[in-house]
């Protein structure tokens, strides 16, 4: 399984987008990009998923490059409920049966 | 609704007695996980189970037994073995489908031991 790198912790004024990179070298051809979101005391919940290009939804875009060594999590004006640690996974969408979380990065929202 | 339910939300426990966390899903998920979570740290896999009746160990299982008899359910058993139970535990469980690695979280289990 690809090892991801992302930095530890981010702080960010409301309504500014947030820009946060995860490092994966050694993403296999099968490997999936994913992103989820974590509140104190709760589950992990999903953000975005890609696989090359660009993805985006209501919350979020994932940017992704051609070699898909690395990925960025883009979030568009945060708010103060954006504050939360944010995981980026890669794995294999054919079937992995572990998913390995690595330690987040922090995000703090500023007013 | 379809999700995981994860109890109970909050179990004490004395040194030496094992505790068993619930799990389970009605979202027809094959795959199911368990990780644990220390303060201010990622979550790190425990044990995780792709089908009935047969699981596998994650990084850190050592002190923990897991059964997966039926589909929607993965108890977690934290043993005596365990030398530093105390940890928020989270259940997770995906389709076992392609382009499926998304996976639904229960809103865990907050185990102290006294």
């Known amino acids: 399984l690809a090892k991801t790198t992302q930095p530890i912790s981010m702080d960010s004024y409301e309504g500014q987008e947030v820009n946060i990179t995860c490092s994966h070298n050694?993403?296999?051809?099968?490997?999936?990009i994913t992103w989820y979101q974590q509140f104190p005391s709760q589950g992990p919940r999903f953000i975005i998923q890609g696989y090359k290009t660009k993805v985006t939804n209501e919350v979020a875009s994932l940017f992704i490059p051609a070699d898909r060594k690395s990925s960025t999590l883009s979030l568009p004006r945060v708010s103060l409920s954006d504050t939360a640690v944010y995981y980026c996974?890669?794995?294999?969408?054919?079937?992995?049966?572990?998913?390995?979380f690595g330690t987040g990065t922090r995000l703090t929202v500023i007013p | 609704d379809g999700g995981i339910t994860q109890s109970p939300k909050y179990l004490f426990r004395k040194e030496g007695q094992n505790v068993t966390l619930s799990c389970e899903q009605n979202l027809n998920h094959d795959a199911m996980y368990w990780y644990r979570q220390d303060p201010g740290q990622g979550l790190r896999l425990i044990y995780y189970s792709q089908i009935v009746n047969d699981f596998q160990k994650g990084d850190i299982a050592e002190g923990y037994s897991v059964s997966r008899e039926k589909k929607e359910s993965f108890p977690l058993t934290v043993t005596s073995a365990q030398k530093n139970p105390t940890a928020f535990y989270l259940c997770?469980?995906?389709?076992?489908?392609?382009?499926?690695?998304?996976?639904?979280f229960g809103a865990g289990s907050r185990l102290t031991v006294l």
């Open positions: 996974l890669v794995g294999d969408a054919t079937g992995a049966n572990n998913l390995f």
């Open positions: 997770a469980s995906r389709p076992r489908a392609t382009g499926a690695n998304v996976l639904t």
């Open positions: 050694n993403i296999a051809t099968n490997d999936y």
